[in-house]
């Protein structure tokens, strides 16, 4: 079966220091990865993804995440946490079965920046 | 840009009636919409799939007489939870993806979602 794995419920970081939200999937073929965020009671909102190319992708809000093929790994990074960054963060991958046409999310892993 | 709409944002509603949900694709054609359903501090549940203009593909499990989709045009589609009871109450969240601009190809756009209560 195809899933996607976020191995940690949370993440906690201090503010100015590195942040790694993890994940990893298990997908046949040469799936496309996304990340997106949520904020309470909103939808989500795309920061990023890889389809092929280089294995290091930057997104939105500074955020970047490195595509580890051998390790069907998706981490999302960022070199300097905000406050602000504190949220719910989903990683998805979209199978090349049925055209690249659904996302399987993992579930989720919520952010918390600390001042 | 790629922005999506839904409304209302949230609806409170008694039981056994029908609230219908509208999802907007702003800035670009939608030629593909989705239909997730989203538990409390749960991930997304994919409930249905539409194209414009034909039938939307359901879930296994979704019952697709309960909820109606509708994706009438290139940026409207709607979901009706027809005889809503209180274990509909969820937070329903839309997306819409393209082939139309490239910028936006491959990715779906999620609309803000909208919170139903049902009493």
């Known amino acids: 079966a195809q899933s996607v794995a976020q191995p940690e419920d949370q993440v906690n970081v201090a503010e100015g220091n590195p942040l790694t939200v993890k994940c990893t999937y298990s997908?046949?073929?040469?799936?496309?990865l996304f990340w997106y965020v949520q904020y309470p009671n909103r939808g989500l909102q795309f920061l990023l993804k890889?389809?092929?190319?280089?294995?290091l992708v930057k997104g939105s809000y500074g955020f970047e995440a490195e595509f580890n093929k051998s390790q069907t790994s998706f981490h999302l990074k960022k070199p300097s946490a905000l406050v602000s960054d504190s949220a719910l963060y989903f990683c998805?991958?979209?199978?090349?079965?049925?055209?690249?046409?659904?996302?399987?999310f993992g579930a989720g892993t919520r952010l918390a920046v600390h001042p | 840009g790629a922005v999506v709409s839904q409304h209302p944002s949230w609806v409170i509603c008694k039981s056994g009636t029908s609230v219908k949900i509208e999802c907007r694709s702003l800035?670009?054609?939608?030629?593909?919409m989705f239909w997730y359903r989203q538990f409390p501090k749960q991930s997304l549940m994919l409930m249905a799939t539409?194209?414009?203009?034909?039938?939307?593909?359901?879930e296994q499990g979704v019952e697709k007489d309960k909820f109606l989709i509708n994706h009438a045009s290139l940026t409207l589609s709607t979901l009706t939870v027809t005889s809503a009871h209180p274990e509909d109450s969820s937070f329903y969240i839309c997306?819409?993806?393209?082939?139309?601009?490239?910028?936006?190809?491959?990715?779906?756009?999620f609309g803000p979602g909208t919170r139903l209560t049902v009493l």
């Open positions: 539409s194209n414009e203009g034909s039938k939307a593909t359901y």
């Open positions: 998805a991958v979209s199978p090349p079965r049925g055209g690249y046409n659904k996302l399987i």
């Open positions: 997908v046949s073929g040469n799936p496309y």
């Open positions: 800035d670009f054609q939608a030629t593909t």
């Open positions: 997306s819409a993806g393209t082939s139309g601009r490239a910028d936006y190809s491959d990715t779906q756009y």
């Open positions: 890889y389809i092929t190319g280089d294995n």
